[in-house]
């Protein structure tokens, strides 16, 4: 009961966050948004210490079946946007965008490893819990509906712009095997907590101890 309160009461300002910022675009050729410039706020260390202690822990389940396919993305998020390009104008700052919702100029800092990157095609949209990881977690198992929410996830911290440079480092890696620089140690943790426990996920034992001690050093 506890996981489900906290979702609900985590899950209700950003749902609103992203609607204004979709609302923004409505009629406009090229334009200048005041950027928020992060995803949306996970809870914090010790909500997510509570909820990392109700997760189920077990051993990863096998890759047998996977594809990148079965997890649809980028989907259409009204205005001639999809979810990469809304993310990116969420994440950046002085983002512009051209009458296809395509972002032509801006910047983003990439919270993993601290590079500013001022060209959109320098900058990934990481699924903070990788889509592979997903699928070792229980995602095997779900509807393809809830595939494409996962992929997609705008109301919370499952996206981030960052570096391409990054991404490819962090790879389908769990906290046990990859975690970004010092600086966002604490909000990397707390998000994927967050996002395992909306989607009723697992935890392998190596990876709910990385996340503790994390978490214990918040």
């Given at each position: 009961?506890?996981?489900?309160?906290?979702?609900?009461?985590?899950?209700?300002?950003?749902?609103?966050?992203?609607?204004?910022?979709?609302?923004?675009?409505?009629?406009?050729?090229?334009?200048?948004?005041?950027?928020?410039?992060?995803?949306?706020?996970?809870?914090?260390?010790?909500?997510?210490?509570?909820?990392?202690?109700?997760?189920?822990?077990?051993?990863?389940?096998?890759?047998?079946?996977?594809?990148?396919?079965?997890?649809?993305?980028?989907?259409?998020?009204?205005?001639?946007?999809?979810?990469?390009?809304?993310?990116?104008?969420?994440?950046?700052?002085?983002?512009?965008?051209?009458?296809?919702?395509?972002?032509?100029?801006?910047?983003?800092?990439?919270?993993?490893?601290?590079?500013?990157?001022?060209?959109?095609?320098?900058?990934?949209?990481?699924?903070?819990?990788?889509?592979a990881e997903a699928w070792r977690s229980g995602a095997?198992?779900?509807?393809?509906?809830?595939?494409?929410?996962?992929?997609?996830?705008?109301?919370?911290?499952?996206?981030?712009?960052?570096?391409?440079?990054?991404?490819?480092?962090?790879?389908?890696?769990?906290?046990?095997?990859?975690?970004?620089?010092?600086?966002?140690?604490?909000?990397?943790?707390?998000?994927?907590?967050?996002?395992?426990?909306?989607?009723?996920?697992?935890?392998?034992?190596?990876?709910?101890?990385?996340?503790?001690?994390?978490?214990?050093?918040?």
């Amino acid at each position: 009961m506890h996981s489900t309160s906290l979702y609900a009461r985590q899950a209700r300002a950003p749902l609103a966050v992203g609607a204004a910022l979709c609302g923004l675009l409505i009629g406009l050729t090229l334009m200048t948004p005041a950027a928020q410039a992060a995803p949306p706020t996970p809870p914090s260390a010790g909500e997510a210490r509570t909820v990392l202690a109700g997760l189920t822990e077990a051993v990863e389940g096998s890759m047998d079946g996977y594809s990148r396919d079965l997890f649809p993305h980028w989907i259409d998020q009204g205005d001639r946007c999809n979810t990469r390009e809304v993310v990116l104008e969420r994440d950046g700052e002085d983002v512009q965008r051209d009458d296809q919702c395509r972002a032509i100029g801006g910047s983003w800092l990439s919270e993993f490893d601290g590079a500013t990157l001022n060209d959109a095609a320098d900058v990934d949209i990481d699924h903070l819990v990788p889509l592979a990881e997903a699928w070792r977690s229980g995602a095997r198992d779900w509807s393809a509906a809830k595939r494409r929410s996962f992929a997609n996830n705008l109301s919370a911290a499952q996206l981030i712009a960052v570096s391409a440079t990054s991404n490819r480092q962090k790879g389908d890696k769990d906290p046990a095997n990859w975690l970004p620089r010092d600086a966002y140690h604490c909000v990397y943790a707390r998000s994927w907590v967050w996002v395992k426990n909306n989607y009723g996920m697992t935890v392998d034992s190596a990876e709910k101890a990385a996340l503790t001690s994390t978490l214990n050093n918040c």
